[in-house]
């Protein structure tokens, strides 16, 4: 045991004089860079430099050039115009037609058309005609439409169609109006006017039938005053009161 103890100790010494003979060595040779570089430290005077300018004084305006030069715009340019679209107001078109009015019970019918260049039919309320919708008549006899949120009142001789547009997939009809006849140059009829056609019939007296207005019902004389379910000749006259007045016509008689 006290072999090994005295092993370690002579270990432990010659580790001790090995680091001390580094160290001694490491000394020398500090000493030996320091002796070298030691002639060249003598003391230089500082160079002198110029005093530095004064500072010039901030002004708003010399950020002008980065403030107009927008970072986010293409072309650099300050001035940022909105243009804003005017609302696009839809003008009402032209007013229809309106040819008369009939009641056979059942509410009345308009004689209607988009324009004068379109083909009339019956319509009925809450019905449209082109554009418009029909309304029924007001108290003083003016006809009443709407169109989209707008409610109209209109005299019935306003209703003439001009200016309206014919219903698409409709022909526009052809202009017959004739012009007047030169001094001493005999009016001629129109080439498609029918020469044989035939005139209202007329049963007789005040029973004055008109035109037919559908299917076995005829117009009656504004001037007949014979009452609802007169016979005659065949036809059967009718009368109805309705809130725009008293409607009458004429019906083939069933048999």
């Known amino acids: 045991m006290k072999r090994k103890l005295l092993l370690l100790n002579a270990l432990l010494a010659g ?12 000394v020398l040779e500090a000493d030996a860079r320091f002796s070298r570089l030691e002639k060249y430290a003598g003391e230089a005077p500082a160079p002198d430099y110029p005093a530095a300018a004064a500072a010039a004084a901030l002004r708003p305006a010399a950020y002008m050039p980065i403030v107009d030069r927008l970072l986010f715009v293409k072309d650099r340019n300050p001035i940022v115009e909105v243009v804003v679209a005017e609302p696009v107001v839809e003008q009402r078109p032209a007013l229809p ?26 319509i009925g309320i809450g019905e449209k005609v082109g554009d ?3 309304q029924g008549l007001a108290e003083d006899g003016r006809v009443k439409l709407a169109w989209k949120d707008q409610q109209i009142v209109v005299a019935q001789d306003e209703l003439t169609g001009e200016g309206g547009q014919p219903e698409p997939g409709q022909p526009k009809k052809a202009n017959n109006r004739r012009t007047p006849p030169k001094p001493g140059q005999p ?29 076995g019902v005829f117009a009656a004389d504004p001037k007949d005053s014979t009452p609802d379910g007169t016979e005659f000749k065949g036809y059967v006259k009718r009368v109805r009161k309705t809130p725009f007045g008293s409607q009458s016509w004429w019906e083939t008689k069933q048999k």
């Open 15 to 26: 580790t001790l004089i090995l680091g001390a003979a580094e160290l001694y060595k490491r």
């Open 97 to 122: 037609l309106y040819s008369g009015l009939v009641d056979f019970g059942d509410g009345p019918l308009a004689l209607m058309a988009p324009s004068n260049a379109s083909d009339p039919a019956w």
């Open 132 to 134: 418009f919708t029909f």
């Open 187 to 215: 009016a001629t009829p129109p080439p498609n006017a029918n020469m044989t056609q035939p005139a209202p019939q007329t049963v007789g007296g005040q029973y004055n039938i008109g035109k037919e207005l559908r299917p």
